[in-house]
């Protein structure tokens, strides 16, 4: 069956990094555009990352552009998120997610997320 | 493109119809318009695609209807699992973007 498995999240400082992994299984991970998708503590969803399948085309939030990079592995069924510059603001729940085609599906498949909190 | 979702709280009893609304900004390219339901703790689930289509599994009690910039979705008869957060959610065109959410509470 379709999993996805976060982890990576944590406890971290404003300022500093922190990478996110998506370990995928159950589906042919290589064909499948990605999400990044996060939930401030109480609020609701917002969208901050796509990859195509390729990795040849992204795309992110203007709340987290030229701070966030997604990426994916897809030799190791993996994506992921690499955080810089983390601000108070990015403290939320992140989830990955998958979608059939780029920009024509919706989230079929999400993963249970992982939690990133910034604090001094 | 921004979605606006009323009401924010609905209060209903189980077995009474629910109908929640989802408004765009400007029209949702292809109807690319979905709806999510969301629980405590647990990742959401996708209910309806092409703001009309049952995802896998849903039951049929979950509808979905509208285009342009109205979509409406619609739970039949309330049923006990039924009471969660519902989002809406256009995914033809960048940024994809989510609406604020409306909670389906239990009167």
């Known amino acids: 069956q379709v999993q996805l498995v976060e982890s990576g999240g944590g406890v971290v400082q404003p300022g500093r990094s922190l990478r996110l992994s998506c370990a995928a299984s159950g589906f042919t991970f290589s064909t499948y555009t990605m999400h990044w998708v996060r939930q401030a503590p109480g609020k609701g969803l917002e969208w901050v990352a796509i990859i195509s399948y390729d990795e040849s085309h992204y795309s992110y939030a203007d709340s987290v552009k030229g701070r966030f990079t997604i990426s994916r592995d897809n030799s190791k069924n993996t994506l992921y998120l690499q955080m810089n510059s983390l601000r108070v603001e990015d403290t939320a729940v992140y989830y990955c997610?998958?979608?059939?085609?780029?920009?024509?599906?919706?989230?079929?498949?999400w993963g249970q997320g992982t939690l990133v909190t910034v604090s001094s | 493109i921004v979605l606006t979702q009323s009401p924010g709280t609905l209060s209903l009893s189980p077995g009474e119809r629910a109908t929640l609304s989802c408004r765009a900004s400007?029209?949702?390219?292809?109807?690319?318009l979905a709806w999510y339901q969301q629980k405590p703790g647990q990742a959401p689930r996708l209910l309806i695609y092409?703001?009309?289509s049952r995802a896998t599994g849903i039951p049929d009690r979950f509808s979905g209807s509208g285009s342009g910039t109205d979509f409406t979705l619609t739970i039949s008869r309330l049923e006990s699992e039924d009471f969660a957060v519902y989002y809406c959610q256009q995914y033809g065109s960048s940024p994809v973007t989510f609406g604020p959410g409306t909670q389906v509470d239990i009167k």
């Open positions: 400007q029209s949702v390219s292809s109807s690319y």
């Open positions: 997610a998958r979608d059939e085609q780029w920009l024509v599906a919706p989230f079929d498949y």
């Open positions: 092409g703001a009309s």
